[in-house]
């Protein structure tokens, strides 16, 4: 039955468990009688909820403490085990998959190197596989507990009704590429487990506002600085993120060549992939053999190196470039959007780190607007470089939030008792 606001029972009662649940996640443990105000919910409504996800085993007691004169008010907590997710990073040197449970507490982890065979899009697919095979083995983890799959791409990701998720990766040689699709063909998972693929620095975004340095910030852009960079911009309109496709912003007309074919993109001055070529045509020497990252740390050891040694000229010269074109594109998004804060995450970043952020902050502030530069802050990202994965992960957390708690519909009934004895299992004793 439907409300005047056209709202059912039944969606008031989502509503609620949402409310209670997501109070208790992030501010927990509390009382019942704290979640009273929390949440806005009489207390017999917190009472009907919370009895109703204690026993769904989603919430369980942690404790108590001591009341005004009063009996003990007994804490209640999200309980960790009661589902599982796992997040994964298509990365630009590898993929990593990570099992969380439900606090988002690592459970295990597994990583694959992308080399030759680069972003081929089967060695993707089979590398995703096989890394959530492996994280649910190690953890003895059951996929019947498993509320969902987030994964962070690169590039524009497209939701379709019938093909799910398909990727546009200009940069990677990905054109309309079927990756929900191609990950269901196969997957040894329940039928009912979903799939949550969006772009990496949209995930590493969310990731930030949740839980690093993004918390309590209504306007924020978080920057993926890697092999490329990337941006995902959040506001009190778009509270989950947006992301943009800030490298391929056009910051040098006729200027060099960009990994997605157009010319003078900010990815062909900033990024990390970038910034390494202009060292070896300028003269730098790093190892061939070396990987990206390692090859970027022995620049920065080139650059700043141990006191009484000469650092190198052309490495200190292309880092400050660098600084100044990442600073200049910093601006724009300053004048664009307005944030009270930017937050630089991503490999490349979190290397570059506190030595390299002067620079940027100075050039930013120098190219941006007075009025919207004063109101900003610019910092790194505080989750480190497994933020993608947590922020795949919280994909399917906040899908399950946004049902109350409720696990998605299973493709048959008999799958409901299966999901009851892998809870009975995974509960301490």
């Known amino acids: 039955m439907a409300g005047r606001n056209g709202r059912t029972v039944r969606d008031l009662r989502r509503a609620n468990r949402t409310a209670v649940l ?3 996640y992030f501010d927990g443990p509390l009382s019942r009688f ?4 929390a949440t806005g919910l009489s207390s017999g409504s917190v009472s009907n909820v919370v009895a109703d996800l204690v026993g769904d085993g989603l919430v369980e007691e942690a404790g108590s403490v001591d009341s005004d004169g009063g009996r003990p008010r007994t804490l209640l907590r999200v309980a960790p085990h009661s589902g599982h997710m796992i997040g994964v990073d298509v990365g630009e040197t ?3 998959v990570e099992l969380f449970d439900l606090t988002l507490t690592e459970l295990a982890r597994a990583e694959r190197p992308l080399e030759q065979q680069g972003y081929d899009v089967e060695v993707i697919v089979g590398h995703i596989r096989d890394g959530i095979a492996e994280v649910l083995a190690t953890e003895g983890a059951h996929p019947e507990l498993l509320l969902g ?9 497209e939701h379709t009704g019938d093909r799910g998720a398909v990727v546009h990766g200009q940069t990677i040689g990905w054109d309309a590429v079927p990756l929900e699709e191609l990950l269901r063909s196969g997957s040894q998972l329940p039928e009912s487990v979903r799939y949550f693929i969006d772009n990496g620095a949209k995930t590493l975004g969310q990731a930030e506002m949740w839980f690093g340095a ?3 910030a209504d306007n924020a852009v978080v920057v993926l600085f890697g092999s490329g960079v990337g941006a995902c911009l959040v506001t009190a309109e778009v509270e989950h993120g947006r992301a943009v496709e800030w490298g391929h912003l056009t910051v040098r007309v006729r200027g060099r060549r960009c990994r997605c074919g157009a010319l003078g993109c900010l990815e062909a001055y900033a990024g990390a992939e970038s910034l390494l070529a202009r060292w070896r045509e300028e003269g730098g020497r790093p190892a061939e053999a070396l990987d990206e990252e390692s090859a970027l740390t022995a620049m920065l050891a080139a650059a700043y190196p141990p006191e009484g040694t ?6 200190l010269a292309v880092l400050e470039e660098t600084a100044e074109y990442l600073g200049a594109g910093l601006s724009d998004l300053i ?11 991503g490999w490349a970043g979190l290397q570059l780190g506190a030595r390299f952020l002067p620079a940027v902050r100075r050039y930013a502030t120098r190219y941006a607007l007075r009025h919207p530069a004063e109101q900003v802050t610019i910092d790194l990202g505080r989750l480190g470089p497994d ?5 795949a992960a919280i994909l399917p957390l906040a899908d399950f939030f946004g049902r109350g708690g409720r696990r998605a519909q299973r493709a048959a009934e008999d799958r409901l008792p299966a999901w009851r004895a892998a809870l009975a299992e995974r509960t301490p004793r």
């Open 22 to 24: 997501q109070r208790l």
């Open 34 to 37: 704290e979640l009273g105000p």
């Open 94 to 96: 590898r993929v990593r």
């Open 149 to 157: 799959v987030g994964v962070g791409v690169p590039g524009i990701v």
């Open 214 to 216: 993004g918390r309590g």
């Open 310 to 315: 000469e650092p190198d000229p052309v490495a």
């Open 335 to 345: 004048n664009l959007f307005q944030p009270e804060r930017i937050l630089i995450g």
């Open 387 to 391: 933020a993608v994965t947590v922020g």
